[in-house]
């Protein structure tokens, strides 16, 4: 029942940058967009979480749409290690109802 | 700074059996997340904790339950085993105050029921 949409798979070559995308049309006002990952056989790692504005930190950017319906998480130079399930959350403060989907298995390829 | 801890970190138990599996946040941190991820598959949310409190439940029978101790340490218990309990269990934390939604995640531990 997570409130978010990520295609199931994606390649991204080694120093390139890795768009993963993800859905949240139903997004309410309060609510914000996290991203979490999860490397194999660990527990998941967070990386980045904004409301309306883009953010950057040492790890991502995160793009969400002026409608907030969507957003972008974006690894500026992929490297092997980024290999990874990436999870979109979407959660109000008021409830921390962190919710993941199935997320997105993102491959690094040399 | 320790991290978020969990044993024990791998458990066999047979259908029917009990299980406790217990978690340790980051010194400071007074909210405990339980997740559990069958293999090959997401997390889904279990239970969260805050000040002693259950804060909110995910969608799993009563015969999950848990509970946090002063000291902000938690436990998660499964009563009457079934085999599609077997999962990895992992246990985050998170800060006091305003709910960042930065949790801080445990290795978990990994339940195999025969």
């Known amino acids: 029942d997570a409130k978010t949409t990520q295609p199931p798979s994606m390649d991204c070559a080694e120093g390139r940058a890795a768009n993963l995308p993800c859905n949240h049309s139903t997004i309410s006002g309060n609510e914000y967009v996290y991203w979490y990952r999860q490397i194999h056989s660990q527990g998941p790692q967070y990386i980045i979480h904004g409301l309306k504005n883009n953010e950057t930190n040492e790890m991502a950017s995160l793009i969400i749409t002026e409608d907030r319906k969507s957003s972008t998480l974006i690894l500026a130079h992929a490297t092997l290690r980024d290999t990874a399930v990436y999870y979109c959350?979407?959660?109000?403060?008021?409830?921390?109802?962190?919710?993941f989907g199935a997320g997105t298995r993102l491959t690094v390829k040399p | 700074e320790a991290g978020v801890t969990q044993s024990p970190t791998h458990l066999i138990k047979t259908r029917g059996q009990q299980v406790t599996l217990r978690c340790s946040p980051i010194?400071?941190?007074?909210?405990v997340y339980w997740y559990q991820q069958a293999l090959g598959l997401g997390l889904q949310f279990l239970l969260w904790y805050d000040e002693g409190e259950e804060r909110n439940r995910g969608n799993f029978p009563p015969r999950f339950s848990g509970r946090q101790f002063p000291n902000y340490s938690s436990e998660l218990n499964v009563n009457a085993l079934e085999l599609e309990d077997s999962a990895l269990y992992l246990c985050?934390?998170?800060?006091?105050?305003?709910?960042?939604?930065?949790?801080?995640f445990g290795e978990g531990s990994r339940l195999t029921v025969l």
């Open positions: 959350i979407v959660s109000s403060r008021d409830n921390n109802d962190m919710r």
């Open positions: 985050a934390s998170s800060r006091p105050g305003t709910n960042t939604g930065e949790l801080f």
């Open positions: 010194s400071g941190h007074t909210s």
